[in-house]
């Protein structure tokens, strides 16, 4: 079984421009959740998706939206980046994202503002 | 809100040495319980969980168990190898309302095991 794919692994893009990044969950897992990872705040939660529904959505400015398809893919862009959101973007998937099932990371995505 | 605290490390031991990473958290509810692990360059892997008090999650020789009246969740080995240096971070995941839930990590801790 494949596990969770990300795209791309690794971007650099200039301060203002907008970002989007691709996750693809295991297969038949509904769930999916995006995180950041930086050195200094560790890892937040950016958002939760369920079959196309936003169910949650941490404390991040409006800058940081997403998606989600109809075959569980998720998207998550964001716009006017700023140097500040240079990190490791992960995404996790889940069969339901019910309280004690194990959550599935991808690798990342490295972005790196410039 | 819930927060996790754990050791930040970074923690050198010696080959065959024992480990303990500190852990302990806030919640309001009856959270479940995690310690992931990232090496170099990946994602996140599941190392073990625990669902309930007193519940002991155990995976490659490391251990941990809920400790409800002392809202910790240790993370322990008898003896690490290097192929144990990696980061650790222990979790909570509880209800966030509208049927979601969302994980809330510690900072991580860091450990690097030398021949």
């Known amino acids: 079984k494949a596990g969770v794919t990300q795209t791309p692994r690794y971007l650099i893009k200039t301060r203002g421009q907008q970002v989007t990044l691709s996750c693809s969950p295991i297969?038949?897992?509904?769930?999916v959740s995006w995180y950041q990872q930086t050195p200094g705040q560790g890892l937040q939660f950016l958002f939760e998706?369920?079959?196309?529904?936003?169910?949650n959505k941490g404390n991040f400015p409006g800058r940081f939206s997403g998606r989600q398809f109809s075959n569980s893919r998720s998207e998550m862009n964001v716009s006017t980046l700023e140097l500040g959101d240079s990190a490791l973007y992960l995404c996790?998937?889940?069969?339901?994202?019910?309280?004690?099932?194990?959550?599935?990371f991808g690798q990342g995505t490295r972005l790196t503002v410039v | 809100g819930n927060s996790v605290t754990q050791m930040e490390g970074p923690v050198t031991l010696s080959e065959e040495a024992f480990l303990t990473i500190n852990c302990t958290y806030t919640?309001?509810?009856?959270?479940?319980l995690f310690w992931y692990v990232q090496y170099p360059g990946e994602g996140l892997q599941l190392l073990l969980k625990?669902?309930?008090?007193?519940d002991k999650g155990s995976n490659k020789g490391f251990e941990a168990t809920y400790r409800k009246e002392t809202t910790s969740f240790h993370l322990e080995k008898g003896s690490v190898q290097v192929s144990d240096s990696a980061v650790y971070f222990c979790?909570?995941?509880?209800?966030?309302?509208?049927?979601?839930?969302?994980?809330?990590f510690g900072k991580g801790t860091k450990l690097s095991v030398i021949p």
């Open positions: 625990a669902t309930k008090a007193d």
């Open positions: 919640a309001t509810g009856y959270p479940s």
């Open positions: 996790a998937s889940s069969p339901l994202g019910s309280l004690d099932t194990e959550a599935f």
């Open positions: 979790a909570l995941s509880e209800w966030a309302g509208a049927g979601s839930y969302q994980l809330t």
């Open positions: 998706y369920f079959s196309e529904t936003q169910r």
């Open positions: 297969s038949g897992h509904r769930s």
